[in-house]
């Protein structure tokens, strides 16, 4: 998000610290500072950041910024001098003097937001500063996936992004490689269908295919800012689920089979008991259905062999 | 327990294969009542696919849980001709081609066909047979062989609903769907292990005990006039009447806490998390009562006053939730639905037991038929009631992807939930009270 601008300011910075550090002499002349006359802020003295606040727009316009602060690191001085930074670069003209007044420093300015970025008022005495940043962003997407939605060949598949507020209009992206190709909905035979919701849309893949696999970038398209979310596709074919299908049908007709073979082999050897035994038994004993013996001889063998089978 | 135990008085084994019974059982109520909740876990995925609103997936369950408690007479009859063992094979089959073909699903109305009727008739096939093949084996220990049998519902809640997520986030619904038929068609090895209990001389293909007065109805079987009056006449017993109006007052009134704890105990300001976290422990705890009140009343000196141990249950239920309107914070709800779920496990694993005691043994098993036969009803009509708010399962519930519907749901109006929990309550009370009027006409025991 940094421009080529603010990319050199900090390249230049970084330079002059790493030169200051090395103690050896810099390689060669010193840059012409970038940033207006005021002395580096690294020779200042540390800057301590005071308050970081998250604000989301979702359309260019005016705000108002106030920042408060109770004492300038532990010192209250009567005046206190401020200024504001966007982005890192300091506005201009735009340093102020405050008073102290109730106990406090307080001071409010109206911006006109077009971009975000990142806003902070400056509270400095001749030696240190204090800030308070405030971050300038669109609207975060939603319950975002991090896991692929699973879709087959020859089916079709939804994915999904929510964000709120609802955004003037969506976009959606196939990442390829290093690039994005929109998403083509008009193409014949319908392969693509968008389905815009407001706070959702939704993406429908019609008649899939194993190159359909990858990254979607869905784009809320706010008037200040794009907010992208990214949707992962993997297209399986039917086989694969079928694997552990197939393994957990043979586990069962295993054990079906063995189940009942075991009651035929008991039920036979119970027969054959019976069968030794003769009538001597006097109490009814059908085959091999009991699984546990009655108080007659013959079929108490009979079970104990069941019992052991 | 060793093989040379006598049979009890009424010929019963009580333990040996009895517990491969109930280990059979264990696994039916895990693959039927257990998967119909995790169902819920799909719909999601149903709702993005086909673009259809909540309430028209949430048919679904309804459906599968209707047909599973409607068609129970006929699995129950499908056990006394045939046998309960090819019942519930029959069932297993049915049931996991139902959930095969609904992998390949089209259409929403596809799903009300293969999941709801098939799967549902496939589960009604499994359900009743099983439960009355543990009867037939126990007596003194029936309660706590069916306690260990009806915690299936909720021990496979517990496990299949993360599995159920991982299946999706794996293979998508439709492989999910795929593998769950699978897993369902390990009710064929349940079936195998039914290993009818053999009268002395009788037949061995009914799931009779060896009651000797009934043993003759047994026989007739085949012959459909004496079947209707013999096999139903139980039907006109007071008793049997005063419960099943019971069972249906129940049944309305059972499932409506389970709805609407989370939306309520948002209402009141309890966040989420605490939200599923009592979920969570009603869950937990219905196993607890499960297993324990099983226990608890085959204890010798309980087990005479059983149906006075299922009316006490059955009214404490009702109190909990006649209080319930009362409890506005975490940890009020906590004793809540630690004292409602124990006694909700209770009551669950008594209806076999006590349905057995009022109408004998030889009856279990179309008499249990009948019973959640009259529960088809209040499951079908509670659901749409409930079906804004989108909560039916526990599993769903103790699953976190559902924090953005439920939160839409607490936004809802209070009142509606406070006045359905004084619906609840007023409609346990009902039924406490005629339970009570069983209760003192007494009980037929089995001692």
Redesign the interface.
């Known amino acids: 998000m940094l421009s080529a601008r603010h990319t050199a300011v900090l390249l230049q910075l970084l330079h002059l610290v790493w030169s200051v550090t090395d103690g050896s002499s810099s390689s060669g002349t010193p840059p012409a500072p970038l940033v207006p006359a005021r002395p580096p802020r690294t020779k200042n003295g540390p800057r301590r950041a005071e308050q970081v606040e998250l604000l989301k727009l979702v359309k260019p316009g005016a705000m108002n910024l106030s920042c408060v602060l109770d004492d300038f690191l532990g010192a209250t001085p009567d005046t206190i001098r401020v200024s504001w930074e966007r982005d890192g670069v300091e506005i201009a003209q735009s340093e102020v003097t405050v008073q102290r007044a109730d106990g406090r420093y307080s001071l409010r300015k109206e911006f006109f937001i077009e971009r975000p970025g990142n806003y902070s008022c400056i509270f400095r005495n001749d030696t240190q500063e204090v800030t308070k940043a405030f971050l300038v962003t669109a609207p975060a997407m939603k319950?975002v996936r991090d896991?692929p939605?699973?879709?087959?060949v020859r089916?079709?598949?939804?994915l999904?992004c929510k964000i709120h507020p609802a955004p003037p209009a969506w976009q959606w992206y196939k990442v390829n490689g290093s690039e994005k190709d929109a998403v083509n909905t008009t193409a014949e035979p319908p392969r693509y269908k968008v389905?815009d919701k407001g706070e959702e849309v939704?993406l429908t893949v019609m008649n899939l295919t194993e190159e359909d696999s990858g990254s979607y970038l869905c784009v809320a398209l706010y008037l200040i800012a794009p907010a992208e979310g990214a949707v992962h596709l993997r297209v399986?074919t039917?086989v694969?689920?079928?694997k552990?299908?197939?393994?957990?049908?043979t586990e069962?007709l295993l054990?079906?089979s063995l189940?009942?073979a075991c009651?035929l082999r008991g039920r036979t050897r119970a027969a054959q008991a019976t069968a030794t035994a003769g009538p001597e038994n006097g109490?009814?004993v059908?085959g091999g259905?009991?699984?546990?013996?009655?108080?007659s001889n013959g079929v108490?063998e009979a079970?104990?062999r069941q019992?052991k089978a | 327990m060793t093989p040379e135990k006598k049979r009890n008085e009424a010929g019963l084994p009580d333990g040996g294969w009895g517990w491969m019974i109930v280990a059979s059982c264990f696994l039916v109520t895990i693959c039927t009542r257990a998967v119909t909740r995790c169902i819920s876990i799909f719909f999601v995925e149903f709702q993005m696919h086909f673009g259809h609103d909540y309430a028209r997936t949430a048919w679904i369950h309804s459906l599968v849980d209707c047909n599973t408690m409607l068609f129970a007479p006929l699995g129950s009859l499908v056990g006394n001709k045939l046998s309960c063992r090819i019942a519930v094979i029959s069932g297993g089959f049915l049931a996991s081609a139902g959930l095969v073909t609904s992998s390949f699903a089209t259409s929403l109305e596809y799903l009300y066909l293969t999941l709801g009727v098939l799967t549902g008739v496939g589960f009604a096939l499994c359900y009743t047979p099983a439960i009355t093949m543990v009867g037939t084996y126990f007596c003194k220990r029936k309660a706590l062989a069916y306690g260990i049998a009806m915690s299936g519902s909720g021990i496979g809640t517990f496990l299949l609903a993360p599995a159920a997520q991982l299946l999706i986030e794996r293979y998508s619904w439709r492989g999910a769907l795929l593998i769950a038929g699978g897993f369902v068609a390990n009710l064929c090895v349940c079936g195998a292990l039914l290993r009818p209990v053999a009268p002395n001389g009788g037949l061995t293909t009914t799931a009779a005990s060896a009651d000797s007065e009934d043993a003759s109805e047994v026989r007739q079987g085949c012959d459909p006039c004496s079947w209707l009056r013999g096999e139903r006449g139980f039907l006109l017993r007071p008793r049997f009447v005063v419960l099943a109006a019971s069972f249906v007052l129940l049944a309305t009134g059972c499932s409506l806490p389970f709805v609407y704890l989370v939306p309520y105990a948002l209402d009141v300001g309890v966040s989420y998390q605490q939200a599923a976290l009592l979920m969570s422990i009603l869950g937990v705890i219905d196993i607890v009562g499960n297993l324990t009140f099983g226990w608890l009343t085959d204890r010798r000196c309980l087990r005479q006053h059983r149906g006075m141990c299922y009316m006490l249950a059955v009214a404490l239920e009702g109190l909990c939730c006649l209080v319930a309107p009362l409890l506005q914070s975490f940890g009020l709800l906590v004793p809540f639905a630690v004292l409602y779920g124990y006694f909700d496990g209770a009551y669950v694993t008594l209806i076999p037991v006590v349905t057995s005691d009022v109408v004998g043994p030889s009856h279990l098993s179309s008499a249990l038929g009948v019973v959640y036969f009259l529960h088809a009803f209040p499951y079908l009509f509670s659901p749409p009631v409930g079906g804004v708010f989108g909560l039916w399962s526990l599993g769903f519930r103790i699953g976190t992807m559902w924090s953005g519907r439920v939160r839409k749901g607490s936004v809802c109006s209070g009142s509606v939930y406070k006045g359905s929990m004084w619906v609840a309550e007023c409609i346990k009370a009902v039924c406490a009270v005629a339970v009570c009027i069983k209760a003192v006409c007494g009980v037929a025991q089995c001692v």
Do not use: C, H, Q
């Open positions: 319950e896991k939605v699973v879709g087959y089916d079709s598949v939804v999904t389905t939704a399986i039917f694969e689920p079928l552990p299908f197939l393994a957990i049908m069962v054990l079906v189940i009942v009651e109490r009814n059908s259905e009991k699984a546990w013996p009655e108080e108490e079970a104990t019992r």
